[in-house]
């Protein structure tokens, strides 16, 4: 088991502040991506980083691949109430077919 | 285009009893996976199936088995269901490939007293 540790756990900020949550390992991943979940609902993809230093724009979202692939940021500018949600990241070990999801952070935005 | 769908959405059991979760995709991917998610420990892989015909055990297996029916439907089977399986249970699918960007179904809700 290769393990990918989320920080913050939990998060709870106020409408228009930015936010850094953080993706951790000892391990080496070929990929990483991050995901958003939503209450009753399964995980949706954001993105994907392959290359090491490889930085990701998504309209407020920023994502970073650590140099050494070990880790990964994910930061967000003047988040919005929709922003609110868990948010997973998840690594592809090198050879290997399956990935490994970190424990997520939780995300409230508040108006 | 639906997606990953799952069948139930919502189930309780009683210790013991047995019951098969059903998952279906309908975007031509090649592999499928089971995971249950529990509160402060993500998502843990139970078993997967790159390709139609294999299945392989995941990072938490035990009391539970898997059939991959066709290319589109993969189960998840509980024999004798335990307290400890009380979970919610996610199907997703990907292309068999290096980025495995994986799609997840809804989720089923399982309790188990």
């Known amino acids: 088991t290769q393990l990918l540790e989320q920080s913050p756990q939990f998060l709870s900020i106020q409408e228009g502040e930015n936010l850094t949550v953080y993706c951790n390992s000892s391990?080496?991943?070929?990929?990483l991506q991050w995901y958003r979940q939503e209450p009753g609902e399964g995980p949706v993809l954001l993105v994907t980083?392959?290359?090491?230093?490889e930085v990701k724009k998504l309209k407020r979202l920023t994502f970073q691949f650590g140099d050494a692939r070990k880790d990964s940021s994910l930061h967000i500018t003047a988040a919005q109430p929709g922003d609110t949600g868990l948010y997973l990241c998840?690594?592809?070990?090198?050879?290997?077919?399956?990935?490994?999801f970190g424990t997520g952070t939780r995300l409230t935005v508040i108006p | 285009n639906a997606g990953v769908t799952q069948t139930p959405k919502f189930q309780v059991l009683k210790t013991g009893q047995s019951m098969t979760l059903q998952c279906a995709q309908d975007?031509?991917?090649?592999?499928m996976y089971w995971y249950r998610q529990d509160p402060g420990m993500g998502l843990r892989l139970i078993y997967y199936?790159?390709?139609?015909?294999?299945?392989d055990k995941g990072e938490v297996p035990n009391g539970y088995n898997v059939s991959r029916l066709n290319k589109r439907e993969f189960s998840l089977r509980l024999e004798s269901a335990a307290p400890s399986q009380t979970s919610v249970y996610f199907c997703?699918?990907?292309?068999?490939?290096?980025?495995?960007?994986?799609?997840f179904g809804p989720g089923t809700r399982l309790t188990v007293l």
């Open positions: 998840a690594g592809r070990g090198t050879g290997a077919n399956n990935l490994f």
């Open positions: 199936s790159a390709s139609e015909g294999t299945t």
């Open positions: 391990s080496v991943f070929s990929s």
């Open positions: 975007m031509n991917h090649n592999s």
């Open positions: 997703a699918s990907s292309e068999f490939g290096v980025l495995n960007e994986q799609f």
């Open positions: 980083v392959v290359t090491g230093g």
